[in-house]
């Protein structure tokens, strides 16, 4: 082989001599060295603005570029591996934005966990706007839409890649819900050329912002001349098996045909000069296979060819060269998170994948599939849109449940899904990936493997199985994990619904139950338990089951914070010397907490006994996995005020608020992603004045309220059941005004509010709960929504402290009659 085909670059690196493979070492035109910095002109300004094609795969092909190539930066060589493995193997995981599609909302959470946003679909709009003159910029669109009177910001603008080539088209999405109706209207009262068409909305629930690229790598034919017709069909079998193949690739042969002229030597004739009779000609052969390549995969002597005629390359672009022009229209349609072209040299299609930082884009990008690319001659692009969905769980529960994943995953294997598993550096956490081009297969699988992951409740046919001494680590416990241990399962404990999930072989599931009930029957017998008063209660927490626990011994008395009680699993006598030291009858010193930091360190705040699974946050503390994981589930329901999740260390009394990251890092996927749920249901419950659940029983999505005042309230249709309802009175009336449709299902409105105030009933102000006030003074707390209310004027307050302030104020008191008497 000679490279004189190719235009000679003496700036362009060797492809072949970076394999070892150049066999054209001293004519070769092309360089015989690393890859090597452009040169750049001191005085250019060019020379300090980074070449965004250096750092791409395959580096920068054009040898005098001005721009700056960081010589100290990685490189990538396109013929190793160890420059790629963080790509394709290492999840491409961006940071979470902590932003969720919860009940068909998209909500915004900040460092803490404060719900800051709620989006809604019914929140935007969007028009496809079409008529537009071709190359038509954002920046340009933004200034059309000014001048009509619209004022928006460019990141609302998509111009979608390779529309007609005689115009181009925008997407425009706006957060009005009128915006593409009104940009509409707007072109049709001018009588425009544009045209504006409001198009639907929809949220999404898999991540779809990868894609695959593939392209057949360069080919040539081949011809190989034979002297005997039996050799040359030999041969061509053996290319076609596959026992022959050219540089590891299999090519495809003809049939051998004798040769339509042998003419004579230096004469031309028929087919082409050719002293021999037979020949068989080859197709898909690597386009930069040479003669001795072709003459080297025919391995037998007796197969010998005389002579080897090579083809035209079909195309003359190199890996590195055509990735960058594929990397180059992917960024027409939207900026990339990360660009892997696959290293193997192996395979007729070169592989390459793509994240994008939008979904919307990813899907535009898939327009490219199956068009011609220019460097590959009439080679066309293959692009297929990836969808992924991922879950973290303990890697217990991953081990105990392998044999049922592996099991769907054959089914999977089916329906071309790739399944993924990665596990962490402490191997507590194990992330499944599913992935794949068919969307409705992705989330039958994530369906599955939520059903296989969410565990079965432990049952004795009717009741779950339960006992309060599985409330803290103690004896009941210890044996709990033996039992599972025993027979290959892991057994969680859900402390707030009082119940056991079983994870392991389904057939070893009744055998589960009937030991663990038989252990709680056993460990029941010898139980007593201490119910605390309050003062107890902070005796207890301050140091005194400390005291307790050194008298019987770890293990023996177990202290639930929760349900405010000591449990005693012992004997009689153990059981009266812990009430002996909580009445003071039997003198055990109070152990100092803080005087044994080591101590402490081990001991979980939540149940005050030796941490299982420990974990450690950023302020010092170890917590059980388990009570880590109910305290951060707990929080959204028992938080007063804004959402937090706070430390419980040091007696309570630690400052420290966990971040949504470190929350992230300490649990499994879903008992985060329930922390968020559950949050934001709180903030649906405190702002009924803007978010409302969808009325049709098992929906649960929301949408938003409008107020009253309106004269015509939207009706808002459901994503997910379709039922329309009014987003002002809440209910489906139809063509009723909301006033008559509240006369006619009540019977008569009117009679209605007259009982009502006979009966002293007032609607909540903000949530329109009814309530009813017995005695005591006139500041109300509704039970739907916590708002504080002034029962005279019905003013809401977010807290109790001004309600009063503004009662003594306006009203001259609290409505309980003593202020006279007090005065």
Known sequence: MTHSMMAPNKMIPCKFFARGSCRNEGSCNFIHEGIISSPQAPSDSRAQVPCRFFSRPGGCQNGSCPYLHDVDGPRLDMNTNQHFEVNEEKDQERDDDFIRNLLGASVYFNEFGHVIKVSL??????????????????????????????????????????????????????????FARKLSTRLKELRSTLCATPMPIDIKGTNSRKVYISWHRATRSAWVNFGNGDIANRVAQKFNEGR??????????SIARRSPSQGSRGSRGGYSYNPVA?????????????????????????????????????????????????RSHLEKHGPLENFYLAPTLKGKRVKATAWFQDEVDARSACSLNNRPLGILGDGQLTITLVHSAKIKISTKVYIVSKSR???????????????????????????????????????????TLDEILNGVVLTDGENAVWDTALSSNGRAYTKLKSIAEELHAVIIRDKSMRQLRFYG?????????????????????????????????????????????????????IFNVVWRKITINGTQQQYETALAIMDGRHAVPIPSLSGDPTRVEGDCPICFCEADNPIKTSCKHTYCLECFEECCRSAASTSQDEFQIKCQGDEGTCSTVFTLREVKDHVSSPVFETVLKSTFEEYIQRHPQTLRYCPTPDCGYVYRCTTTSSSKPLVYMCPK???????????????????????????????????????????????????????????????????????????????????????????????????????
């Open 244 to 253: 022959y193949k050219c540089l590891g690739q299999i090519v495809k042969s």
């Open 278 to 326: 037979w020949t068989i000609a080859l197709s898909d052969v690597p386009g930069d296979a040479t003669s001795k390549d072709i003459e080297g995969a025919i391995t037998s002597p007796h197969d010998n060819p005389r002579h080897i005629e090579l083809g035209v390359v079909s195309y003359r672009g190199s890996e590195a060269e055509v990735s960058v022009e594929v």
């Open 121 to 178: 679909p019914a929140d935007f709009s969007l028009a496809c706007v079409t008529g537009l003159p071709p190359g038509t910029t954002p920046v340009a669109v933004v200034e059309i839409l000014r001048a009509l009177g619209f004022d928006l910001n460019v990141n609302c603008i998509r111009i979608p890649g390779y529309a007609a080539l005689s115009e181009t088209k925008a997407m425009v999405k706006v957060e009005d819900p009128l």
């Open 721 to 823: 059941c379709f039922e329309p309802l009014c987003t002002s009175c809440h209910s489906r009336h139809g063509n009723y005004t909301c006033a008559e449709y509240k006369d006619i299902a009540s019977g008569g409105y009117e009679a209605l509010a007259k009982l009502k105030r006979e009966l002293n009933i007032k609607d909540c102000p903000k949530c329109t709960t009814p309530m009813e006030k017995t005695e005591g003074c006139n500041h109300m707390t509704c039970a739907g929504c916590k708002a504080h209310i002034c029962w005279v004027c019905m003013a809401v307050f977010d807290t109790s402290e001004p309600c009063y302030t503004h009662m003594t104020k306006v009203h001259d008191g609290i409505g309980l009659g003593l202020e006279g008497f007090m005065n």
């Open 505 to 557: 072989p389904p057939e070893n599931f009744r055998q589960v139950v009937r030991q663990i009930t038989d252990m709680l029957r056993e460990e029941s017998s010898s139980s007593y338990e201490i119910d605390l008063q309050s003062h107890q209660f902070s005796w207890t927490i301050h140091g005194g089951f400390k005291s307790i626990e050194q008298a019987l011994g770890r293990n023996v008395a």
């Open 405 to 447: 994943i592996d099991k769907v995953g054959k089914v999977w294997k089916e329906q071309h899904l790739v399944f993924r598993v990665y596990h962490d550096t402490l191997h507590q956490y194990t992330t499944l990936k599913v992935e794949g081009d068919n969307a409705k297969y992705l989330v039958d699988a994530r369906r």
